[in-house]
């Protein structure tokens, strides 16, 4: 019996795995950070 974690987007096997929910979430916040950061630096360049 599959896990409800297989049947969303993430249909490869191993998508639960706590080294990818680590994975992913760390490029989640990595890719939000950059572009808050591009954003703060394009509107007050000096």
Do not use: Q, T
């Not at 080294?19 to 509107?43: D, E, R, Y």
Request: glycine share 8%; aromatic share 14%.
């Amino acid at each position: 019996m599959s896990s409800d974690f297989n049947r969303g987007i993430m249909k490869f096997e191993g998508a639960d795995s706590p080294v990818a929910i680590a994975i992913s979430a760390v490029l989640l916040l990595g890719s939000i950070g950059f572009l808050l950061w591009w954003a703060i630096h394009s509107a007050y360049a000096l």
